[in-house]
């Protein structure tokens, strides 16, 4: 019965280490049409990589800039443009996301 103790023990520590290890980590979630983006011209979308680029398809097409661990989408042709007037989220707003309904885009730091 010790044994069983120990090792719960040793599992809740493990879990909480884990935890902690995590905690304070953010990370970019694009989704275009419901679908989770994770590559931009075949380089994988890093908060804390700088970059610049395009997400397009028939409806039309968002750039996204990344820069300083900020996210902002600088140019679309959608007809509103309500996505590039949501300005720049970073990970001090999570919860917050810039989205272009007319091409179904979304992105956010969670």
């Known amino acids: ?38 590559y931009a ?3 994988e979308i890093n908060l804390d990589v700088n970059n610049e680029f395009v997400i397009s398809d028939d409806s039309g097409y968002n750039k996204i ?20 007037d949501c300005g720049i989220i970073s990970r001090d707003s999570l919860n917050k996301v810039i989205a272009c309904v007319p091409h179904r885009l979304i992105v956010e730091i969670r």
Do not use: H, R, W
């Not at 493990?14 to 905690?23: P, Q, R």
């Not at 820069?67 to 140019?75: A, L, M, P, T």
């Open 65 to 84: 800039k990344i820069e300083d661990s900020k996210v902002q989408v600088v140019e679309a042709d959608c007809p509103d443009k309500v996505c590039v």
């Open 41 to 43: 011209n075949g380089v």
């Open 1 to 38: 019965m010790k044994n069983f103790i120990a090792i719960l023990i040793l599992l809740a520590i493990g879990l909480c280490g884990l935890y902690l290890a995590n905690a304070g980590k953010s990370k970019l979630v694009i989704t275009k049409n419901g679908e989770i983006i994770s």
